[in-house]
């Protein structure tokens, strides 16, 4: 195996102060950071102090970034620029850190004459090598002269200064769509200078998509490994420093964020075959799933057909089975979301969870009853536990003997685990690195009260469903987060809404509104079309199959239920259908607020 | 003076269900509504109860849009087409609206074919026509063949239907640069409808542009008067409606989304002279500033400088003076932000009132004694109330008599408004439109807590700064919205900080790292450097001139002072200098919070 590289984060990835954001990233196992310089600006602690820090923290600090519109300039302002250099390598001895980054100018002086270019760099490279420095010279990708790496390499080859070489961003590169592969042709120790980040493909000018929407590798469209498999192979072996630059990162905790991005990193290392993890074991369906709530959602599930076949041994928890469906309903301790645990059967929860935990995923504590079964349980980013279950889980409850008739429910069909604003984009990441779960391309659609994004994560019979809001929402809306629910599969949808409404379900009205539209859309059979309005069922189909499924109302404060049959090969959840069910809930639940003061 | 043309609203400018659109709209004084469909569709309602409901609040409902992917398809697809349509048009006969939105083709089933167009689109005229409805072809920015509206135009023609005609929509022609003069020749009774919209110019694709960032007239910058001007010079005599996609407006409360909205159109209908309103008379500068906290703030100006030179003659309220600057502080009730007013002289303080209301800016309610002076008093869109005064409202104070020698500062230079996350576009609107205040062009910028935009509103000696989170803060960030602050100004800011630290001002100050920066991105004097270094100003210069400053501690929970020298003719407000202000706040005020569960 190649040597495991060192691991940086630029300060810029982070909120907070510059304390903050040294803290966070020691906490969460860098090696080093990039120092930002408008970090440093406004810190009250000298270049000294944070080096110290630093120091005391573990960290190295990799680079000093970013010195800008150096290059190619008239005389006058090449003057300038180095005094500016001067000042900054007094700044970069007095941090200990030998190595600044210069983009590629974008500056109106700027000629474009790289053999100007090539001499001013070689003359700032002569002022760091006078004091141990070095410069790393990156073509941004809205350059005014430079802006694609080879052209960069160019202009580093032609300077032919020891103190100058490139360094590479995977953004200003694989956003443009230039070929990384001709990385592999600079040398080693002419890549001064790696910095990594990932990006959803956005249509728009590349500046405002670098600005605001980078993401951490894994997290959007990039092929981050093959962009790195190039430049380790050219021989670089300076740190994995990701840059990051993404408004809703910019303003949450960065000690989550930090962790998260370390996890990045890691699953990177993994895909390059330079870390060596536990393998993510097979998942062969959902244990159960845990609702935190009142004694409601019991009443719902037996409205359901469900039977209460057990009482946990030490808590007051409830086990409740139909078919393969099992529920657990925890009327008692704190949750951070309605739905408190999703448990996955594993065929190795120990590996699973040594897996986890190398990935960051923090291992939670657990007291354990004398009688109880051993579960593994991992903290997903938004607080919910994921339970690593074998075969013995159920040994912690005691049987009742209670059975039920049962409506229809064969099994679980997925959980919605509705996302808080700050943690959407980590959460597929945490649940395709840690679990080996397959992340669906983000749907964006309109709700009630504002645009939503949802993407499931899914192997196999295993599907958790991700939503969260696109504009972290404020006082206006209902709930600062959407409800989530348990979604149960059945094999006759129809027959199954009967039979529970029947058995006096609280399952949610559908409007009239709704089946004219269906019907006007789709030219279903009149008698389908019927069933499904008299019995509330709502409809969607893709060129696989067809999607049938009813909810419940809510069950508890953030938590509902829904029952979903699948014919033919449909793999999606209904999420075109999603605002009519928001509807209905809103309908049923709210009074409509006074206006309220803003803050 | 022509017309006054009828104002409409659609439903997706709106957040919450269609019951809560439809009663925000009326509130507003909207005519009508554009009817999306999707709000139809989830909504409980029937389209008869949302006919009598739009009834009872005296609504039309003047399009029922959008129908999509229609026109120039195979024949099984025209037939499907037009199976969609009868269902549509039973729902409005229904509803009781006679004209239906047809967007020209995204589908990859549509043929660049206009003559096959023009037949296929006659057909369903021909269907409109029977039930006495009709048809209103667009063409979207983004249509598959048909892009532009004088090609929706040349169909129309070419269909040659009395129930056939266009309908125009300022984004889908003015973002794309079409030039709009040509509308004047089409007839005005081929007009069908009238949609718009502003927006930013954002360097973005077309779709995610209009889906996304569209603005209501005059927050942008489009030229919606000269727009719709053509428009209303072709003899379009049906409704200027508003169709406005907009992820913040999606989610804010409706009621305040449409009061604001419904004064871009009255704002829009005065520029184009068929609305007559008062004008808005001059304003001479900033009368005064309220500050609502605790009595710190009345210490701190103290130590500016500042003697307190009256009491309110009822209420828990003192005058503040030092030159021309002058604060009220008020240490009862309760108030939105930090700064609780802005007091404006005015030539006409009565006409200012008489504008604000026909503006459906609230006037406020206001207690007055028998001896106190009668302010007009208006509410921004925040809550700050805005007082319009003339030069009697310094009776409501009794004098003290006091006496201050003064520290330098001759006046107020700006009030520094800091806006709720929901409110940012609409203040600028509010303060253009009502008191005839010029926006700035928006600066966006990174802080320690993440993205702000600034922008500022001013006319002669009136200065307002508004700024904004670009990401509405969570629980991490110190304070959902930054403080607010009053700048005084000065004509010797070094002189004045030393004044006033020495005699006991709580100043910020500014860490070494600053003047590091300064001094080695600017060549300023050693002997000037040292002096802004040692007194802990600030410094910005722009082409026109040069910018000191300083600021104090918080002197309140939210509410902190500045002041500022600016000398030759710059017009800035140190912007880039705040992430150092934020930083050093943050460094006085916070511990870091401990991690929290999201929300």
């Known amino acids: 195996m190649p040597p495991e590289p060192r691991t940086a984060i630029a300060t810029v990835c982070l909120s907070g102060t510059l304390e903050d954001k040294l803290a966070a990233a020691a906490a969460a196992g860098f090696d080093g950071v990039e120092l930002f310089e408008n970090d440093l600006v406004v810190s009250p602690s000298s270049p000294a102090e944070i080096r110290r820090r630093c120091a005391d923290l573990g960290l190295s600090i990799d680079l000093y970034q970013p010195f800008r519109d150096f290059e190619a300039v008239p005389p006058d302002v090449h003057a300038a620029n180095l005094r500016r250099a001067r000042h900054k ?65 160019r202009i580093v080859r032609r300077a032919a200064h020891p103190a100058l070489g490139v360094c590479l961003d995977s953004f200003h590169i694989l956003s443009k769509g230039h070929d990384p592969a001709p990385i592999r042709a600079i040398p080693g120790d002419k890549i001064f200078f790696l910095q990594l980040a990932d990006a959803p493909k956005l249509p728009m000018d590349v500046l405002p998509w670098s600005r605001h929407h980078r993401l951490f590798p894994g997290q959007g469209e990039f092929d981050l490994t093959a962009f790195t498999g190039h430049v380790l192979a050219a021989g670089y072996r300076g740190p994995l420093s990701l840059e990051v630059f993404n408004d809703v990162f910019r303003q949450a905790d960065p000690r989550l964020a930090a962790r998260d991005a370390m996890r990045s990193l890691l699953a990177l290392k993994e895909s390059l075959g330079v870390l060596d993890l536990p393998a993510a074991p097979a998942l062969t369906g959902h244990a159960f799933a845990e609702v935190v709530t009142d004694p409601g959602a019991g009443r719902v599930l037996a409205s359901l057909g469900f039977a209460r076949t057990g009482l946990h041994r030490t808590k007051p928890v409830e086990l409740w089975e139909q078919g393969e469906a099992r529920v657990v309903v925890n009327e008692g301790g704190a949750a951070h979301g309605a739905v408190g645990a999703v448990a996955l059967a594993s065929t190795d929860p120990a590996r699973s969870a040594r897996r986890a935990e190398a990935l960051c995923a923090p291992v939670l504590p657990r007291a354990r009853g004398p009688r109880e079964a051993d579960l593994a349980s991992v903290a997903a980013p938004d607080g919910t536990q994921v339970f690593l279950c074998g075969d013995d889980w159920r040994d912690d409850f005691v049987p009742t ?49 504002g645009l939503l994004r949802s993407r499931a994560v899914a192997a196999g019979e295993v599907r958790l469903t991700l939503e969260a809001a696109v504009v972290r929402r404020g006082e206006w809306a209902p709930a600062v987060r959407e409800p989530q629910h348990v979604a149960f599969a059945c094999t006759d949808a129809l027959a199954a809404a009967a039979a529970m409404r029947a058995a006096g379900a609280p399952l949610l009205d559908i409007p009239g509104n709704y089946y ?84």
């Open 516 to 599: 004219d539209d269906l019907e006007a859309r789709l030219d279903l059979p009149p008698s389908r079309l019927a069933a499904l309005r008299e019995r509330s069922v709502l409809y969607d189909r893709d060129a696989e199959g067809e999607f049938l499924h009813f909810y419940t109302a809510l069950a508890g404060a953030r938590v509902f239920f829904e029952v979903v049959q699948r014919i033919g090969g449909y793999r999606g959840f209904g999420v075109a259908n999603a605002p009519v069910r928001m509807a209905a809930h809103r309908a049923r639940r709210h009074a409509v607020p006074p206006v309220k003061t803003p803050a």
């Open 401 to 449: 003997g209670e059975t039920a008739g049962g409506a229809g429910i064969v099994g679980i069909d997925h959980v919605a685990l509705t996302q808080p604003f700050d943690h959407f984009e980590e959460a597929a990441l945490f649940y395709r690195s840690v679990f080996g779960l397959t992340p669906s391309p983000v749907t964006e659609f309109a709700a009630p009260f």
């Open 89 to 153: 390598f007094d700044v970069m001895a007095e941090l200990g850190t030998d190595t600044v980054l210069v983009c590629s100018s974008v500056s109106p002086d700027a000629i474009d004459d790289d053999e100007l270019a090539a001499e001013q760099l070689r003359a700032m490279a002569d002022l760091a090598q006078q004091r141990g420095m070095r410069v790393a010279y990156e073509a941004l990708a809205w350059g005014r002269h430079v802006s694609g790496y080879e052209h960069a390499w």
